[in-house]
């Protein structure tokens, strides 16, 4: 029975998102910024952006993306990782900055 509780709770228990309205549907997208390789700088951060066209719609779970609307028909949610100081590696016949980030996102 807790099980059962476990998996299944009402909307407005925390941590679940409402149902989407009557005729729409929900897309997530999930994902990870894993490191960056090859940069010409000691410390960097990712910025990021995701378009969609504007009959799509961001649920805002995240507080840290910035939802951007503009006229030109796309809604834009954008956000920024956080520093990494990358270390020297080697790649190929040469050293290269690699910076680790392990930085998930989702829309």
């Keep these: 029975m807790e099980l059962r509780e476990n998996l299944i709770t009402s909307s407005n228990q ?17 994902g990870e910024i894993v490191s960056a390789v090859g940069f010409d700088r000691k410390d960097l951060c990712v910025f990021y952006e995701m378009l969609a066209t504007e009959s799509w719609e961001f649920d805002d779970f995240n507080s840290y993306d910035t939802v951007v609307s503009d006229n030109s028909g796309m809604n834009m949610r954008e956000s920024i990782t ?10 190929g016949d040469h050293n290269v900055y690699v910076s680790n980030f392990s930085f998930p996102f989702d829309f």
Excluded: C
Excluded at 82 to 91: A, D, E, L, N
């Design 14 to 30: 925390a941590g679940y998102a409402d149902p989407p309205p009557e005729g729409k549907e929900r897309v997530t997208v999930m």
């Design 82 to 91: 956080h520093f990494s100081r990358g270390t020297i590696r080697p790649y």
